[in-house]
């Protein structure tokens, strides 16, 4: 059995990592609670990971991008935008935010909910594999801002008033409210779960 912090009398802070006592209650560090295991087990978990499922239904079928010229009035979803982009020779943006937007999203989508599923189950994955898995839903969760950020960039530059502008459709926001929950659906995934369990086993 693999010797944990747990299984050694000791508590980690959630804030800053520094681990203390058991029987400490505070972090002398950060001064944040020293909680030993959160009682709700992965229900804030899912609530967040649906939350940000029922964001990102709508910032896909929505236009993210409205477009207004003299003459024209054009909409693009973030797929259809990529395939203009694509149309015109932008193979390279095209490709980030397909992968900023599709393709992480997505993969962070399907990464917390196997965590959440699989974490009794020690034959699917080994622990040190499911703690690499979790600290790259970390770690690429903020790249999925970056179509966010183009539509913010656009919109302050391209303002000519009557000739052409461009402006956030309502994809945008709850795109950006998806990319928020699903950060916070991995923030809530204690991570030490995956080592319990092995303690359990």
């Known amino acids: ?23 400490q209650s505070h972090c002398e560090r950060c001064g944040s609670a020293l909680i030993d295991r959160d009682v709700r087990g992965l229900q804030p978990v899912w609530a967040w990971w649906v939350a940000g499922l029922i964001c990102y239904i ?12 003299l003459f024209t009035d054009e909409e ?6 990529a395939a203009e ?37 020690r034959k699917r994955m080994s622990q040190h594999r499911r703690q690499q898995l979790y600290e790259v ?7 999925s801002m970056v179509d966010v950020f183009v539509v913010a960039i656009l ?14 459709g309502p994809a945008a926001m709850t795109f950006a409210l998806s990319v928020i929950f699903t950060m916070l659906a991995a923030q809530s995934f204690d991570s030490r779960l995956i080592w319990d369990k092995e303690d359990q086993a």
């Open 1 to 23: 059995m693999t010797e944990t912090a747990k299984t050694s009398g000791l508590i980690s802070c959630t804030t800053c990592a520094r681990v203390w006592p058991g029987g």
């Open 58 to 69: 709508p910032a896909n079928i929505y236009p993210m991008l409205r477009t207004h010229t």
């Open 76 to 81: 693009s979803t973030i797929v259809g935008g």
């Open 85 to 121: 982009l694509i149309a015109h020779g932008s193979v390279g943006v095209a490709a980030i935010i397909l992968i900023a937007s599709v393709l992480i999203p997505v993969g962070k989508f399907i990464a917390i909910a196997f965590l959440a599923v699989t974490l009794r189950d």
């Open 137 to 143: 839903v970390e770690f690429i969760g903020r790249w």
């Open 155 to 168: 919109s302050s530059l391209i303002q000519l008033q009557d000739v052409a502008s461009i402006n956030p």
